[in-house]
């Protein structure tokens, strides 16, 4: 673990956070009740710190398991397959905003546009439009709230210079820059890409001078770890 990423974690103590929750953390294959009773501790743990949270929520396999039940009774366009990741998104989001009822604000943000002016400590946000990932909808709350990192919460612990599944001698990366990651990511973005931070996304964070954070959102106290300024496991995009 390096420097930066201790850093880059202390940095962040006083503001809130942005966390990008991927789908597959919510819903892996059946809601994962055990992991989501942490996440929720975990949260409210640090709410009492007084610190703020702004969660937006992926779709994950479940976003999939629709899209290729569509396409196998229907052709469908690339707007049908958005729409149905979007209310996938949704779906998640609503639980998550049941699960923190006692502290999140009581509408879920679905428009990156619009600020929810509120004293909840939590704030719950889902997709948007077709042409925007939950990524990009984090970079833009970022941006609207004025936060300086989006913590994305996977599968993953690490981004890596290959496909570790298909490459044995893969290299997790513990900090690279914007220009690097867009290398291995590339520029473009379709419904259902599989990549650990989308890359219109990243060409806005990048355009903005935001840093992303990526770790797995399945260690809850590497994720506690990162919260309190200590050193964590993840990659550093900046």
Not at 41 to 54: G, M, Q, S
Not at 186 to 214: C, M, T, Y
Request: proline share 3%; no cysteine.
């Amino acid at each position: 673990m390096n420097l930066d990423q201790k850093k880059s974690a202390t940095s962040k103590q006083s503001k809130r956070f942005v966390i990008s929750l991927g789908g597959s953390i919510i819903v892996p294959d059946e809601i994962d009740v055990q992991h989501l009773r942490k996440f929720k501790a975990l949260i409210e743990t640090e709410v009492k710190k007084n610190k703020k949270f702004l969660i937006i929520t992926g779709g994950g396999r479940t976003s999939r398991r629709y899209s290729e039940a569509a396409k196998k009774l229907k052709v469908l366009n690339s707007n049908d397959l958005d729409w149905l990741g979007i209310h996938t998104t949704r779906l998640n989001a609503h639980l998550m905003r049941t699960i923190f009822r006692k502290i999140a604000h009581h509408r879920i943000v679905t428009n990156p546009s619009r600020i929810e002016k509120t004293d909840m400590p939590v704030i719950i946000a889902a997709g948007y439009r077709p042409g925007n990932s939950t990524d990009l909808i984090a970079v833009r709350l970022a941006k609207k709230y004025q936060a300086d990192t989006v913590l994305n919460l996977s599968n993953i612990a690490y981004v890596y210079d290959k496909d570790p599944k298909t490459h044995k001698n893969a290299k997790a990366l513990k900090s690279l820059d914007w220009k690097e990651f867009r290398k291995i990511v590339g520029n473009k973005w379709d419904p259902g890409l599989n990549a650990p931070f989308d890359p219109v996304a990243s060409h806005l964070a990048q355009r903005l001078g935001l840093e992303v954070v990526i770790t797995s959102g399945k260690d809850i106290n590497n994720i506690k770890a990162y919260l309190d300024g200590k050193k964590f496991k993840g990659t550093i995009i900046k």
